[in-house]
């Protein structure tokens, strides 16, 4: 029948030989990715059946949720703790000096405490030969309701800029050794070509 058609039967036997072929390959291919997957299985099966995997997941999920719980009480405390934190003192200047002309050591001092908003207190201690005296006042946001002294003034403004003048020093230090090392590298490379031009 074939014949009376005008079709070689090589060919027709070619071409079915290239699908089985094909098809072997497509049947190892998938042979291969499900033994992988049973692997897989075996590997995330081990020693579970239905129930006790059930109970796994229950277990897990119980745990995500109180994570997510841990997460939150803890949000909450960092947010309590920096609430905290803006109304504790955080920044200070100290200066010594002497409050009487007939004393020295420098034995008084005014200490300042601010929080982050300026806010805080100056105690000034007033040492004599006999007594000491401590003297408190108020600082809100910067600024005393009363007269301060010269050393109180000095005081605050130290803490006021707490911070600011080392970063300011370390920047200006740091300013000062790149200019160092430009300095010596424009005479190290002055000394080479002087030699240079020597030879």
Known sequence: MIDSIGIDTGII??????????????????????GRLEKRYKMFMKGKDAQSLEKTFVRKFAQVDKLSE????????????????????????????????DMGGKLSFVLALLDSSNSGLILNAIHSRDNCFLY????????????????????????????????????????RRAQKKRKTSKSEKTVKNKKDGND
Do not use: P, W
């Not at 036997?13 to 499900?34: D, E, G, N, P, Y």
């Open 13 to 34: 036997a070619f071409i079915l030989l290239v699908f089985v072929v094909i098809l072997l390959i497509c049947v190892v291919s998938c042979h291969m990715r499900l």
């Open 136 to 175: 408190l006042k108020e600082i809100v946001k910067g600024e005393s309701y009363v007269m301060l002294s010269q050393e109180e003034v000095e005081a605050l403004r130290k803490a006021v800029q707490f911070g600011v003048e080392e970063l300011e020093n370390s920047e200006e230090s740091v300013q």
């Open 70 to 101: 841990i997460s939150s009480v803890q949000s909450e405390n960092i947010i309590s703790i920096r609430k905290e934190m803006d109304r504790m003192f955080t920044k200070y200047g100290v200066i010594k000096y002497d409050a009487f002309d």
